[in-house]
T-cell receptor
Framework: GNSVTQMEGPVTLSEEAFLTINCTYT??????LFWYVQYPGEGLQLLLK?????DKGSNKGFEATYRKETTSFHLEKGSVQVSDSAVYFC??????????FGTGTSLTVIP | GAGVSQSPRYKVAKRGQDVALRCDPI?????LFWYQQALGQGPEFLTY????????KSGLPSDRFFAERPEGSVSTLKIQRTQQEDSAVYLC????????????FGPGTRLTVT
């Protein structure tokens, strides 16, 4: 079946630290992979995506590379800011209409 | 422009009551999704509409759950004879494309069944 396993949180980092949030997946077929972010008090919003192996998605300084050989899609950012404090969800879809989300990783960045 | 809106934002129901949750997608969005999000978990897919057609309802947990989108815009998720295990946040998302590559989520309706 299809599933996403995400790094447990919460994660607390100092401003300008390097961020990695691990995500691995199990899927039938060739999934598209996504990172969604939920800022406090807001709805989920798409952060970045990758639709095939070796693609790199990037947005707002965040990056994730679709690694088929390790079935991973780890989220990285070189220098986090306080405004990056949010909950991050990794997700996959094989059909375009069924999406499977991880449990979310809460990130807090302290000044 | 306006985003996805959901109402009510909070709903408390006694066990056994029926509830109706409304989703107003972004105007012109073809695809509409409903998700259930339990506390501390990620969203779980419930059902998918393409315009007024419900193409996938495989995630609905029981026949007490029913969703409709009769005119291809507003959607309603109805839960009959609510149970405590139905307590969760119900999220609606819409997408311009036929598929959900970029979904825009509403703020959710928090349902508490007492």
């Amino acid at each position: 079946g299809n599933s996403v396993t995400q790094m447990e949180g919460p994660v607390t980092l100092s401003e300008e630290a390097f961020l990695t949030i691990n995500c691995t997946y199990t899927a039938t077929g060739y999934p598209s992979l996504f990172w969604y972010v939920q800022y406090p008090g807001e709805g989920l919003q798409l952060l970045l995506k990758a639709t095939k192996a070796d693609d790199k998605g990037s947005n707002k300084g965040f990056e994730a590379t679709y690694r088929k050989e390790t079935t991973s899609f780890h989220l990285e950012k070189g220098s986090v800011q306080v405004s990056d404090s949010a909950v991050y969800f990794c997700a996959l879809s094989t059909t375009g209409n069924q999406f499977y989300f991880g449990t979310g990783t809460s990130l807090t960045v302290i000044p | 422009g306006a985003g996805v809106s959901q109402s009510p934002r909070y709903k408390v129901a006694k066990r056994g009551q029926d509830v109706a949750l409304r989703c107003d997608p972004i105007s012109g969005h073809v695809s509409l999704f409903w998700y259930q999000q339990a506390l501390g978990q990620g969203p779980e897919f419930l059902t998918y509409f393409q315009n007024e057609a419900q193409l996938d309802k495989s995630g609905l947990p029981s026949d007490r759950f029913f969703a409709e989108r009769p005119e291809g815009s507003v959607s309603t998720l109805k839960i009959q004879r609510t149970q405590q295990e139905d307590s969760a946040v119900y999220l609606c998302a819409s997408s311009l494309a036929l598929w959900g590559d970029e979904q825009y989520f509403g703020p959710g309706t928090r349902l508490t069944v007492t």
